[in-house]
């Protein structure tokens, strides 16, 4: 279950980006960039590859403010993480609802 956000909410985004080794352990790390795409229900691009703030080694964050003029829906979020060659990719969701 998503979590909801009425119209002209701000939505606080966060990851956390980790380099897994052979053996297994996770280890956060810094990624060469880290960039969001946040899509309304009906695809529609609200923000597209935009940076990350980093917080600290391998936490970052974005802000998203919803508007008046924005549908309600599930918005859906895809984080791109890229370190030399390998890309990660994370997804997830969150509810924007009228007035609750």
């Known amino acids: 279950m998503s979590k909801k956000f ?4 701000t939505v606080h985004i966060c990851a956390s980006i980790y ?3 052979f053996d297994g352990d ?8 880290a960039v969001i795409t946040v899509k309304d229900e009906d695809g529609v ?7 990350m703030t ?10 998203y403010t919803t508007t008046a003029g924005d549908s309600a829906g599930t918005y ?11 890309v990660s990719i994370q ?10």
Do not use: C, M
């Not at 009425?6 to 909410?9: D, K, N, S």
């Not at 691009?45 to 940076?51: C, D, E, M």
């Not at 859906?76 to 390998?86: A, K, L, P, Q």
């Open 91 to 100: 997804t997830g969701a969150f509810e924007v609802v009228g007035k609750i």
């Open 6 to 9: 009425e119209l002209t909410e």
């Open 19 to 21: 380099l897994i080794s």
């Open 76 to 86: 859906t979020i895809e984080i791109v993480s890229t370190s030399g060659t390998y």
């Open 45 to 51: 691009s609200k923000v597209t590859a935009q940076g």
């Open 26 to 33: 996770e280890t956060l790390s810094d990624p060469t960039s």
């Open 54 to 63: 980093k917080n600290t080694t391998g936490k970052y964050e974005y802000f």
